[in-house]
């Protein structure tokens, strides 16, 4: 086994990542777990297949872009406010456009207990921050920028992270599935984005991911029934065009030759 992990080791990580998560479905469908789907794979898998093909160096190194917090402060201010935006806007529009109820009063209650929430749900492995991040973002991302353009390799872990997420759409968990699929796909492009202008940080990613799981419990937290859905649909709709705008901007950067060296070791200074 070890010999195949160490082969194949983008394969070894992906079926772990798929097969860790998805046995989830058998409690799941039992009754004794909420999701159909542990959060926590890619984290498993890629603690796993770095252990197999580095040793402890390996582990190391991969679990040292988690505590990479050296970055320049526009790349916080992304991970941080970007999601907020979008969030905003579309709680917003919804207000505007379709007459739903003003959720200022809500939002402005709901900010005291903002920060605690959010260290909570980035470190809990229950959740997408700390239970995906260190996979996608720091085992698969740099692997696939080696020998890709950042655009090509951006899309390429989109569609593996979208069917990832296939239990949530098979068990309508998540609605609107091709409109949730192009927005995991889209916003991929803006992931790496930031992973690159760090230097390749773990934690600028469980950031960023916090801050898009985390802005609609906090700023939808007034919206129910029909009115929730179409703040949720208009956050996805935002989301996706938010990463194409920042694609098109970015073009040249995002589609030009390949830098292996884009990422810098976790223990790199600020990025610029």
């Known amino acids: 086994m070890d010999s195949l992990i160490k082969r194949y080791p983008f394969l070894a990580f992906f079926l772990l990542a798929y097969g860790i998560t998805w046995l989830a479905v058998i409690p799941f469908a039992l009754g004794a777990f909420p999701i159909p789907m542990f959060p926590f794979g890619p984290l498993v898998a890629a603690i796993i297949v770095a252990g197999v093909c580095g040793g402890w160096h390996g582990t190391k190194s991969l679990l040292l872009r988690m505590v990479q917090w050296r970055a320049a402060p526009r790349w916080y201010a992304f991970a941080l406010l970007l999601p907020a935006a979008v969030t905003l806007g579309a709680a917003y529009f919804n207000v505007v456009v379709f007459g739903a109820a003003d959720p200022t009063i809500s939002i ?56 990832w997420h296939a239990p949530l759409f098979a068990t309508g968990l998540y609605g609107d599935a091709w409109l949730r699929i192009l927005f995991i796909v889209s916003t991929t492009v803006l992931w790496t984005m930031l992973f690159r202008g760090t230097g390749g940080s773990v934690l600028l990613a469980m950031v960023f991911h916090t801050s898009w799981n985390l802005m609609p419990d906090v700023l939808f937290s007034s919206f129910s029934g029909a009115e929730l859905e179409q703040s949720i649909r208009l956050y996805t709709v935002g989301g996706i065009a938010v990463s194409m705008f920042a694609t098109m901007l970015a073009w040249r950067r995002l589609t030009g030759p390949r830098l292996s060296a884009a990422v810098a070791p976790a223990h790199a200074p600020a990025a610029a």
């Open 108 to 163: 402005l209650g709901a900010l005291p207990s903002l920060i605690p929430a959010f260290a909570v749900m980035m470190l809990n492995p229950l959740q997408g921050s700390m239970g995906e991040e260190l996979g996608w973002r720091g085992f698969a991302l740099p692997r696939l920028l080696s020998n890709r353009s950042p655009l090509v390799a951006s899309l390429l872990l989109g569609v593996l992270v979208a069917g």
